[in-house]
């Protein structure tokens, strides 16, 4: 079953997601300046 459709799958898919944007955002900050588009996305979840 996909992750989208189970619940558990998709809320541990979303913490990943906050976690990798956090890690990312310590390591390399000149990548995720930008607050606008996609890469928006990325900073809110950081």
Known sequence: M???FN???FLTV???GICACT???MQFP???D???GL???T???S
Request: avoid cysteine; aromatic fraction near 16%.
């Open 34 to 36: 930008q607050k606008t």
């Open 7 to 9: 619940f558990h799958s």
């Open 39 to 41: 890469d928006g996305m």
């Open 23 to 25: 890690y990312f955002k």
């Open 2 to 4: 996909s992750a989208l």
């Open 14 to 16: 979303i913490l990943l």
């Open 43 to 45: 900073y809110m979840l």
């Open 30 to 32: 000149a990548i995720l």
